[in-house]
């Protein structure tokens, strides 16, 4: 029995020591690998979604913007009888007047609460 001790202690001891210190080594240069794609794709994503905003989704959110803003200039330009007989039309510049008369009235509030400051 005391050989097996001996064994115990001269071979299975040091062989799972090393054996665990393989699956050590293994397991951290898999999680170094991995850090290592993170520190580089994580700022490269952020730099590309960036760019992209700001060179192809701004772009064409300020060219809609532009475009429904010279449609209801349009509007201006039809005769007044038509607006007031035609009920989705009076209705459309009811509903623009009423959008600009809330941003003017939100203005002016923002304007008087600062003055009162």
């Known amino acids: 029995m005391k050989w097996l001790l001996a064994a115990d202690t ?22 170094n ?16 979604f960036v760019l992209v905003i700001v060179l192809a989704f701004m772009p064409n959110v300020y060219a809609t913007n532009r475009d429904i803003e010279s449609k209801r200039k349009m509007l201006l330009y039809l005769p007044v009888v038509i607006v007031s007989r035609v009920a989705s039309i ?18 002016a509030a923002a304007r008087g609460s600062r003055r009162g400051d």
């Open 33 to 48: 690998g991995f850090l290592d794609f993170l520190s580089l794709f994580v700022p490269l994503f952020v730099t590309a």
């Open 10 to 31: 001269k071979y299975l001891t040091p062989a799972f020591f090393a054996l665990s210190d393989l699956y050590r080594s293994q397991a951290m240069n898999a999680i």
């Open 90 to 107: 009076r209705l459309l510049v009811d509903d623009i007047l009423q959008q600009r008369s809330d941003r003017g009235s939100g203005a």
